[in-house]
Every structure is written in structure tokens, then in C-alpha cells.
């Protein structure tokens, strides 16, 4: 367990190369990381999903960048609600990728 609820003033985060990580989940207890601006998620080749939130929940994170996750097969379905402020993603080398949340770009 990071423990990332102490960190309430966390405003960028950037976690690289984290090879076992398998999803991001369990961090619910941490409650809403509200200072957190952008989230850099590099080099995870065991991540393969966003399971109940987690981390993600992040309502002032504007920026979202995941590169070289191989194996991730998808984003939350929820993350509009659980990223409401976010500007930016930034998906690269996320070959698996197979779902994506229609929510995420509204119709044009």
C-alpha cells in the first residue's frame, strides 16, 4: 500500500517502470486525490487495467499520460466522472487497448 492519502497535496505524479504493477486498484481508502494534476504512468508492462478506480480518482487531474503499457486492455468506464477537470490523454505503445470510454470525447 503507497499510502498516497498522506499526500493530499500532491500535484504531479509520475511512476515509471513499475514492471509487476497488474492494475491500479485498492487505493479507494486514500479518497480523492484533489490536488493531483497530472499523472504520468510509464513502463508497466504487467498493467492491464484500471480496476474500480482507485488512483484515478482524481477531480482536478487535467493531464493523463500512459506509455509502453503493453498488455492494458482498457480505461474505467467511469472516467469522466472520476476525471472530470482532464485537458489531456495521452495514450502510447498501448497495443492491447481494446475499450475505450465513449464518455471520454463528448459527440461533436
Not at 500500500?1 to 479507494?28: A, T
Request: hydrophobic letters at 35%.
Amino acid at each position: 500500500m503507497w499510502g498516497l492519502g498522506r499526500f493530499q497535496n500532491l500535484s504531479r505524479l509520475s511512476v515509471r517502470s513499475c514492471l509487476r504493477f497488474e492494475s491500479l486498484s485498492g487505493y479507494e481508502e486514500a479518497g480523492p486525490l484533489t490536488s493531483l494534476q497530472y499523472l504520468n504512468i510509464c513502463g508497466w508492462s504487467s498493467f492491464t487495467s484500471f480496476q474500480g478506480g482507485g488512483i484515478l480518482h482524481a477531480p482536478n487531474l487535467r493531464v493523463l499520460d500512459i506509455y509502453d503499457a503493453n498488455v492494458l486492455e482498457s480505461l474505467p468506464k467511469n472516467m469522466p466522472s472520476l476525471l472530470p477537470s482532464l485537458t489531456e490523454l495521452s495514450l502510447f505503445r498501448c497495443t492491447k487497448l481494446k475499450s475505450f470510454p465513449e464518455e471520454v470525447y463528448p459527440p461533436v
